[in-house]
């Protein structure tokens, strides 16, 4: 599906244009267009070559999914990968959308799987503010790529947040479970880091202004956004670190449970041995075992006994072993 989200002709900035006239449009220099594709056809793909002039090895990166994130140059436009992230508390899942960006000297080209609500979000905020934004491609690239990264830290608040949990569920009452949440957690973080680094060094490369159709008045708010990205890269590592920590704090609490229940079961062992021991000597076959003839010799082994396993019981208690 393709959709015109910003067309801009005569100082006027509309969205109500057929996709036929976009080479009319990028064809003047004070024009601008943003078109967004939704999963395109090869129709639409089509389109894209005739009315921009896409490299093909341009549109077959942008097709196919999960590629790195970066920046491609060619010689009338850049293509640039980035993502959008969203976390799932009940997967304990981070899940990543691509969105491909191609970027000309007066239009953009967003291109992605399924429905973006940054991008969403961009064109209304474009459409109602059109009379004080200055429409030029750079500020709407930043635009676009400030509201990715900035839905980075919620999704890392909620990690945050779930991270806590783990930690107060091992500490509070020790959930079994808290050792495959924590390695689950750590991938995803592992996951999401793969794509912040990259996309560090293209909003580097942005702050640079190695980027030639972008305007110099640009390069402030890409500075901006890189530093956000490299906060968030920051965070990932924080976590991942804490996450770490948690599962050590997880096994050395688990090891000391595990020795708990070795040394009740040594203690049960002992006292269960002993009695054994006794009640095994006045159960040999032999003809002559002393006190085998005294009238209150059983109840006398078993007072015994009981004397035996009531010290061993208590002795083991004052050691908290039981």
């Not at 000297?105 to 004080?132: C, F, P, S």
């Amino acid at each position: 599906m393709m959709r015109l989200l910003l067309t801009k002709r005569d100082g006027h900035i509309n969205s109500t244009c057929p996709v036929e006239e976009v080479s009319d449009i990028i064809a003047d220099p004070s024009g601008l267009v943003w078109l967004d594709v939704i999963a395109p056809s090869n129709d639409e793909l089509k389109v894209l070559r005739e009315e921009f002039g896409f490299h093909e090895l341009a549109l077959e990166d942008a097709i196919k999914r999960n590629q790195r994130p970066k920046i491609d140059a060619y010689d009338n436009f850049y293509l640039l990968v980035l993502y959008a992230v969203r976390f799932s508390e009940e997967k304990c899942a981070i899940d990543e959308h691509e969105l491909d960006i191609f970027v000309g000297k007066n239009y953009i080209v967003t291109m992605h799987e399924g429905e973006l609500v940054e991008v969403d979000e961009v064109a209304a905020r474009w459409q109602r503010n059109a009379a004080e934004l200055d429409s030029s491609v750079g500020v709407l690239l930043y635009s676009l790529i400030d509201t990715l990264i900035d839905d980075y830290l919620p999704v890392l608040d909620s990690i945050s947040d779930h991270a806590e949990r783990i930690e107060e569920s091992i500490f509070g009452h020790f959930d079994p479970d808290a050792q495959q949440q924590i390695f689950t957690l750590r991938k995803e973080l592992l996951n999401l880091r793969r794509v912040l680094v990259p996309e560090r060094d293209v909003l580097l490369r942005l702050s640079r202004q190695e980027i030639k159709v972008l305007d110099e008045r640009t390069e402030p708010y890409f500075q901006d956004v890189y530093d956000h990205i490299v906060r968030a890269t920051d965070s990932v590592d924080l976590y991942r670190d804490l996450l770490g920590s948690a599962l050590d704090s997880y096994l050395s609490l688990s090891s000391n449970n595990l020795n708990e229940v070795f040394r009740t079961l040594t203690s049960v062992s002992i006292i269960l041995m002993t009695l054994s021991l006794i009640a095994g000597i006045y159960g040999m076959n032999f003809e002559y075992i002393p006190s085998t003839n005294l009238r209150y010799g059983y109840h006398a082994t078993i007072l015994v006994m009981l004397i035996v396993g009531t010290s061993l019981y208590v002795y083991f208690h004052r050691k908290r072993w039981l």
